[in-house]
């Protein structure tokens, strides 16, 4: 007979309860009462990522691959293009990096319906060190046609996500941190296909950030406006389609861009916006604020964002680097 | 609903039929180079007998509706093999046999390797070896999902066993159950670089999959009857089945047969009238 737990501990089991924006298995719940065409797979992260509960609901339209991700992701293409809506979840970095054939040329080509739930993306899985890290994912998932990329900024942004992606008819990669993200969306929000959301308004300059950028983002517009410096912020929880209309208004508007996200520096959110800037012929102040072009120390993931500037004070200082 | 037009199961088909089907597919493949000059003759020579009895045969189909969904799925591994069977489900009926003129010109649905969204009668595209038997578990597994009793076929290339993926999917398959899934190894014994065991052996086949929960089955995969015989007996078993099909690369064509060298190449007008005598003397046996 297993003893009480202290307080303090806390195992495989109880770890779900203590990450609250880790929300993909409920929505998957909630979305699987209406629609009996989705199935689950994970691979052997059912207790860490949030499936199980579904796995509990839904027995018998969940599966585990176990430790074998490629694997996964080719059984879910054959499901999708036997009508199911599957959802493959699994760490951001194996989703993108060693499956990154499976869903260009399974999926993306295929143009199935298959959504990947890649959690733990960016560098959230801290201290686990670089193998566990996604930092690239963007740049590779959005250089696949036909791929939808979705990023989502807290566990309401998830299933948000989750509900305005279900009936998009090829694959999409939705990117999810590890479930500590603070919130920035009070409820859930209805997201349009392909845009930004505007989080706040302003026009000394703009910030378009994605995934837990986004908080960062708020916390600095914030910390500005007591100095009177009103800055406009977007969630960029679409990336791919990217809202251009949404990039050149800011530009148009508020004079200065800066763009905010948990990846390396090329091929990320800020490539996308400055491809469309430079595409439009629009000259305007801008800066990327993203991980550097290295892989990452090795500490707690909150330390991390506080050492690369991933907080609100951090991209306070980005902000005043480019509008001076 | 089926309709008129759904092939079933089994066909009653004489075996000098099949036989002379596969040969066709032989000549189909040469006559089809020949506006790539450059395709994978050997690798459908080894499996021509298989693909015949597969499609003329074996599987449920219904040409009038490529998407029906109790067809039987047949998912091709070794997906440089498409051009062997691009003229068998043209056909069939699939889509207007003047489509193969355009094989691999600008525009064609016909490329080397097989897409599923442009090839009607192509289950799953196909290219990068080592994937589809995980796709084939990903069908298998939604008919047991749906209650369905199609049944999903996949051919795989002995060397395409090399790659991990394929035992991924293998142990999937045991794991699960798959009962109606159904492996088929044109086990030509030679990949690009020669035989597959000097490059990198991966016998004792059967023993591997059974290894993984599967029944298996070794024949000689030219022998129309043989194959007949393991293709019948592979269906509604208890468990996952393979079918090991021995056979030659550039089989059919002596001087493929004899060479290591016929993976991927062209042959010229003397080699190909050559080619094709040997092949048309035995359909006029």
Same mark, same amino acid.
């Given at each position: 007979?297993?003893?009480?737990?202290? !307080?303090?501990?806390?195992?495989?089991?109880?770890?779900?309860?203590?990450?609250?924006?880790?929300?993909?298995?409920?929505?998957?719940?909630?979305?699987?009462?209406?629609?009996?065409?989705? +199935?689950?797979?994970?691979?052997?992260?059912?207790?860490?990522?949030?499936?199980?509960?579904?796995?509990? @609901?839904?027995?018998? @339209?969940?599966?585990?691959?176990?430790?074998?991700?490629?694997?996964?992701?080719?059984?879910?293409?054959?499901?999708?293009?036997?009508?199911?809506?599957?959802?493959?979840?699994?760490?951001?970095?194996?989703?993108?990096?060693?499956?990154?054939?499976?869903?260009?040329?399974?999926?993306?080509?295929?143009?199935? !319906?298959?959504?990947?739930?890649?959690?733990?993306?960016?560098?959230?899985?801290?201290?686990?060190?670089?193998?566990?890290?996604?930092?690239?994912?963007?740049?590779?998932?959005?250089?696949?046609?036909?791929?939808?990329?979705?990023?989502?900024?807290?566990?309401?942004?998830? @299933?948000?996500?989750?509900?305005?992606?279900?009936?998009?008819?090829?694959?999409?990669?939705?990117?999810?941190?590890?479930?500590?993200?603070?919130?920035?969306?009070?409820?859930?929000?209805?997201?349009?296909?392909?845009?930004? +959301?505007?989080? @706040?308004?302003?026009?000394?300059?703009?910030?378009?950030?994605?995934?837990?950028?986004?908080?960062?983002?708020?916390?600095?517009?914030?910390?500005?406006?007591?100095?009177?410096?009103?800055?406009?912020?977007?969630?960029?929880?679409?990336?791919? !389609?990217?809202?251009?209309?949404?990039?050149?208004?800011?530009?148009?508007?508020?004079?200065?861009?800066?763009? +905010?996200?948990?990846?390396?520096?090329?091929?990320?959110?800020?490539?996308?916006?400055?491809?469309?800037?430079?595409?439009?012929?629009?000259?305007?102040?801008?800066?990327?604020?993203?991980?550097?072009?290295?892989?990452?120390? +090795?500490?707690?993931?909150?330390?991390?964002?506080?050492?690369?500037?991933?907080?609100?004070?951090?991209?306070?200082?980005?902000?005043?680097?480019?509008?001076? | 609903?089926?309709?008129?037009?759904?092939?079933?199961?089994?066909?009653?088909?004489?075996?000098?039929?099949?036989?002379?089907?596969?040969?066709?597919?032989?000549?189909?493949?040469?006559?089809?180079?020949?506006?790539?000059?450059?395709?994978?003759?050997?690798?459908?020579?080894?499996?021509?007998?298989?693909?015949?009895?597969?499609?003329y045969r074996t599987l449920r189909l219904d040409p009038t509706n490529a998407r029906w969904q109790d067809r039987d799925r047949f998912v091709?591994?070794?997906? #440089? %093999?498409?051009?062997?069977?691009?003229?068998?489900?043209a056909d069939l009926g699939y889509f207007p046999a003047e489509w193969l003129e355009t094989y691999t010109r600008l525009g064609s649905p016909?490329?080397?390797?097989?897409?599923?969204?442009?090839?009607?009668?192509?289950?799953?595209?196909?290219?990068?070896?080592?994937?589809?038997?995980?796709?084939?578990?990903?069908?298998?597994?939604?008919?047991?999902?749906?209650?369905?009793?199609?049944?999903?076929?996949?051919?795989? =290339?002995?060397?395409?066993?090399?790659?991990?993926?394929?035992?991924?999917?293998?142990?999937?398959?045991?794991?699960?159950?798959?009962?109606?899934?159904?492996?088929?190894?044109?086990?030509?014994?030679?990949?690009?670089?020669?035989?597959?065991?000097?490059?990198?052996?991966?016998?004792?086949?059967?023993?591997?999959?059974?290894?993984?929960?599967?029944?298996?089955?070794?024949?000689?995969?030219?022998?129309?009857? %043989?194959?007949?015989? %393991?293709?019948?007996? =592979?269906?509604?078993?208890?468990?996952?089945?393979?079918?090991?099909?021995?056979?030659?690369?550039?089989?059919?064509?002596?001087?493929?047969?004899?060479?290591? #060298?016929? #993976?991927? =190449?062209?042959?010229?007008?003397?080699?190909?009238?050559?080619?094709?005598?040997?092949?048309?003397?035995?359909?006029?046996?």
């Amino acid at each position: 007979m297993s003893q009480p737990l202290d !307080p303090a501990s806390w195992n495989i089991e109880t770890s779900t309860a203590r990450l609250p924006a880790l929300t993909m298995g409920d929505e998957l719940c909630h979305l699987a009462e209406k629609h009996s065409n989705i +199935v689950v797979l994970t691979a052997d992260l059912a207790s860490s990522n949030g499936t199980a509960a579904f796995r509990e @609901r839904f027995p018998d @339209r969940f599966i585990n691959t176990g430790i074998a991700e490629q694997n996964m992701m080719s059984i879910a293409a054959g499901l999708a293009a036997s009508g199911f809506i599957p959802y493959v979840s699994t760490f951001a970095s194996f989703a993108s990096l060693l499956c990154a054939e499976q869903l260009r040329t399974d999926m993306s080509y295929t143009k199935l !319906p298959v959504r990947i739930l890649a959690h733990h993306a960016g560098i959230s899985m801290g201290f686990y060190g670089t193998s566990h890290h996604a930092v690239e994912d963007i740049a590779i998932t959005r250089a696949m046609a036909n791929m939808t990329v979705v990023s989502a900024a807290d566990g309401n942004a998830i @299933r948000g996500l989750m509900r305005a992606t279900f009936d998009v008819p090829g694959p999409v990669y939705i990117r999810i941190g590890r479930g500590a993200e603070k919130p920035v969306y009070e409820t859930v929000p209805a997201f349009a296909p392909g845009r930004f +959301v505007t989080m @706040r308004e302003g026009a000394a300059a703009t910030i378009i950030a994605t995934g837990f950028g986004v908080k960062a983002a708020v916390d600095a517009a914030e910390i500005l406006a007591v100095d009177g410096i009103e800055l406009r912020v977007l969630d960029a929880a679409y990336i791919k !389609p990217l809202d251009t209309q949404a990039v050149l208004s800011a530009a148009r508007e508020t004079g200065a861009i800066l763009t +905010v996200e948990e990846h390396n520096p090329h091929g990320g959110l800020g490539g996308a916006v400055a491809e469309t800037l430079a595409e439009a012929g629009v000259g305007v102040r801008f800066r990327r604020h993203a991980l550097p072009d290295d892989y990452v120390l +090795v500490a707690p993931p909150s330390h991390l964002y506080r050492h690369y500037g991933l907080t609100g004070d951090g991209v306070v200082l980005a902000v005043k680097a480019l509008i001076g | 609903m089926t309709s008129n037009s759904v092939l079933e199961r089994n066909r009653d088909v004489d075996r000098v039929v099949l036989a002379r089907r596969a040969d066709w597919i032989r000549l189909e493949t040469i006559r089809l180079i020949e506006i790539a000059k450059s395709g994978h003759y050997s690798s459908v020579f080894s499996c021509a007998e298989l693909l015949a009895v597969l499609y003329y045969r074996t599987l449920r189909l219904d040409p009038t509706n490529a998407r029906w969904q109790d067809r039987d799925r047949f998912v091709l591994g070794k997906g #440089h %093999a498409a051009i062997g069977l691009y003229p068998v489900l043209a056909d069939l009926g699939y889509f207007p046999a003047e489509w193969l003129e355009t094989y691999t010109r600008l525009g064609s649905p016909l490329g080397d390797h097989p897409d599923m969204n442009k090839v009607p009668g192509c289950d799953f595209s196909s290219g990068s070896i080592g994937h589809n038997l995980s796709v084939g578990v990903g069908i298998a597994l939604a008919a047991q999902l749906q209650k369905r009793d199609y049944l999903t076929w996949i051919m795989l =290339g002995d060397g395409e066993l090399n790659e991990g993926q394929v035992w991924e999917a293998a142990m999937a398959a045991g794991q699960y159950g798959l009962s109606n899934l159904i492996a088929i190894v044109d086990a030509n014994g030679m990949g690009l670089d020669g035989d597959v065991e000097e490059v990198m052996g991966i016998e004792p086949i059967a023993d591997k999959f059974e290894a993984f929960g599967w029944s298996a089955t070794d024949i000689n995969g030219h022998d129309v009857d %043989a194959v007949v015989e %393991a293709f019948d007996a =592979g269906q509604h078993r208890s468990r996952p089945h393979v079918i090991i099909a021995r056979t030659r690369k550039g089989k059919g064509v002596r001087f493929m047969e004899e060479s290591p #060298h016929w #993976h991927l =190449g062209y042959l010229g007008p003397k080699d190909k009238d050559i080619a094709i005598a040997e092949i048309k003397s035995r359909l006029e046996r």
